[in-house]
C-alpha cells in the first residue's frame, strides 16, 4: 500500500509540473517580450548652442547666419569649426564656447549703425580683439556677413615704420618733404623673391607737398601719413624687409594668396579683413607679442565632455622695445585714455580704414564694397550688383553714407568716428592703463636719415 501511495504522489508532482510549465509558456505566448511592452521614448536631439566669454547662451548654431543676432560673429566662428572639423556644424547637442564679449559687440555694433545704414552701398565692418590672447572680442557689420576684405590703405604704414624702427631708424630719421616720389629705378625695390619691381614710371603724389626743404621725420609722418614720405622710408628700408615685418605682426591675404609685394605695399595695397588687421595692431599692443585671432575657445558635447579645446597660439614676433616705439608714434587722443592708431585711405577710395588700440584692446574698421554676387534690393525697391572691376566700380566718392552726403570718405571721416564711439563704449569704465614709455636712449633723435 505504502509503495502505491508513494507512486501515486510521483505521478501528481509530475502533472502538476508540466502544467505548470504549459500554464507559462502560455502566458508568455500571449504577452509581447518585455522589451515590446515597454515605452520607447523617441529620439530627441538638442540644438548647439554658442556661449559668450563669459559662459551665458548667446544663440543656437543655426546652419544660416543670415537668422543670426550677430551675423558676422556667427560667420567667423562658422569658419573656424569647419576648419577643425566640418561635421561640428550639423551635429546637434553641442554647446561651443566663444570669446564674444557683450558689452564689447554692443558698442561695436552701435556705432557701425549709428554712422552707415543696411540700405548704403558700403559696408562697414569692425573687428575687436584682446591683446596677447588673440580672443575676438567683437565682430560687426553694417550689413551682411562682413566676411570680406579690402585693400587696407595707409594703416600699412605701421608695418613699415615697425621696419624701420627695428632697422636702426630713430624718431627724428627722414627726409625732406617732397609733394611726389618716383623709383629711381626698377632696382630701388626688390621683393623676397629678389626680383628687382621698382616703377620708375610711375609717380606717386600725396599730401605733405615740398614747403622750401622742410624736413620729414618719423615723428612728423606717423601724423600727415605722407604717401612720398612712406615710399622713400620703404625704399630706404627695403621692401623685403617691411613685407617680412608685416607678415610677422600677423598679415595675409583673406585669399590665402600670397602678399603682394610691389612698392606700393606700404601704401595698403594688399586686400586684408577687419580681424587681420586689428590682429596685426593687437601685436604692437601687446608689445611684440603676436597671437592668432580666434573666436572658438572650446567645443563640448551634452555630457559635458570636451571634444575640442582652443588655446592661444602666441609668439613673440618684434622685439618689446621695437613694438612700444611704434606706439609712440601712433599715440592719439579722443578716448580719455592711452590709445594709438592710423587712419587709412586708399588713392582711388575704393576703401576706408582707422585701426588702432589701447593697452587692452585693438579694433579696426573698414569701409568699402564687398564682392556681392546677387542682386540687392535697395530701400527705393530698386536691385542692382555693385560692379567690382573696372571704370564702373564704385569708390568712396560722391556718396550718401548714414544720411550724409559725402564728396569722397578717409579714414578720418566715417571709420575714424566709428572706431573712437566703440572703443569708448567698449572701454567705459575699465581700469585707465597706460603704455610703456618708448625708449628715448634707443629711439630718440636722428641717426640714419638726419637733416642736412
Known amino acids: 500500500m505504502k509503495r502505491l501511495l508513494l507512486a501515486l504522489g510521483v505521478v501528481a508532482g509530475v502533472a502538476a509540473a508540466v502544467w505548470g510549465v504549459v500554464l507559462l509558456l502560455s502566458a508568455t505566448a500571449e504577452q509581447p517580450p518585455a522589451r515590446q511592452r515597454l515605452a520607447v521614448a523617441p529620439l530627441v536631439v538638442r540644438d548647439s548652442v554658442i556661449t559668450d566669454g ?153 599730401p605733405g607737398g615740398d614747403d622750401g626743404g622742410a624736413f620729414t621725420t618719423l615723428r612728423s609722418a606717423a601724423r600727415a601719413v605722407p604717401n612720398p614720405f612712406f615710399l622713400r622710408l620703404e625704399e630706404r628700408v627695403g621692401l623685403c624687409r617691411t613685407v617680412r615685418t608685416a607678415q610677422r605682426l600677423g598679415l595675409a591675404r583673406r585669399d590665402g ?74 599715440r592719439t587722443g579722443g578716448l580719455g585714455r592711452d590709445a594709438a592708431g592710423l587712419a587709412g585711405r586708399i588713392p582711388d577710395f575704393r576703401s576706408a580704414w582707422y585701426a588702432g588700440y589701447t593697452p587692452d584692446l585693438a579694433a579696426a574698421v573698414s569701409l568699402g564694397f564687398p564682392d556681392e554676387s546677387e542682386p540687392r534690393t535697395f530701400p527705393d525697391g530698386s536691385q542692382r550688383r555693385p560692379p567690382t572691376a573696372g571704370p564702373d566700380r564704385p569708390t568712396l566718392t560722391g556718396l550718401t553714407v548714414g544720411g550724409r552726403r559725402y564728396d569722397s570718405v578717409d579714414g578720418t571721416t566715417v571709420p575714424g568716428p566709428i572706431w573712437r564711439a566703440s572703443m569708448a563704449e567698449a572701454l567705459g569704465g575699465a581700469p585707465r592703463s597706460r603704455f610703456p614709455e618708448p625708449d628715448e636712449a634707443r629711439f630718440g633723435g636722428c641717426r640714419l636719415a638726419c637733416p642736412q
Open 54 to 206: 563669459g559662459g551665458q547662451v548667446v544663440e543656437k548654431l543655426a546652419a544660416d547666419c543670415a537668422a543670426s543676432r550677430h551675423p558676422a560673429f556667427c560667420r567667423r566662428v562658422h569658419d573656424e569649426l569647419t576648419a577643425i572639423d566640418p561635421r561640428l556644424l550639423t551635429r546637434g547637442g553641442l554647446v561651443v564656447a566663444t570669446t564674444l564679449d557683450p558689452r564689447a559687440q554692443r558698442a561695436a555694433q552701435r556705432a557701425v549703425e549709428a554712422r552707415v545704414r543696411p540700405g548704403d552701398t558700403p559696408v562697414a565692418v569692425e573687428a575687436m580683439v584682446a591683446p596677447g590672447s588673440g580672443e575676438i572680442r567683437a565682430l560687426a557689420a553694417s550689413r551682411g556677413e562682413g566676411a570680406h576684405a579690402l585693400p587696407q590703405g595707409s594703416t600699412a604704414m605701421a608695418y613699415t615704420l615697425a621696419a624701420a624702427l627695428s632697422g636702426g631708424f630713430r624718431y627724428d630719421d627722414g627726409f625732406p618733404r617732397a609733394r611726389s616720389f618716383q623709383a629711381p629705378g626698377y632696382a630701388s625695390f626688390t621683393n623676397c623673391r629678389g626680383e628687382n619691381v621698382g616703377d620708375p614710371a610711375h609717380t606717386i603724389t600725396g
Open 257 to 330: 594668396t600670397p602678399l603682394q609685394e610691389y612698392e606700393t605695399f606700404t601704401l595698403g595695397v594688399n586686400e586684408a579683413d577687419t580681424v587681420t588687421v586689428a590682429a596685426t595692431y593687437a601685436t604692437l599692443a601687446a608689445h611684440g607679442l603676436r597671437c592668432a585671432p580666434r573666436a572658438v575657445k572650446e567645443v563640448r558635447d551634452g555630457s559635458g565632455k570636451v571634444l575640442h579645446a582652443l588655446v592661444p597660439r602666441c609668439e613673440q614676433v618684434l622685439d618689446a622695445a621695437v613694438a612700444d616705439a611704434v606706439t609712440g608714434l601712433l
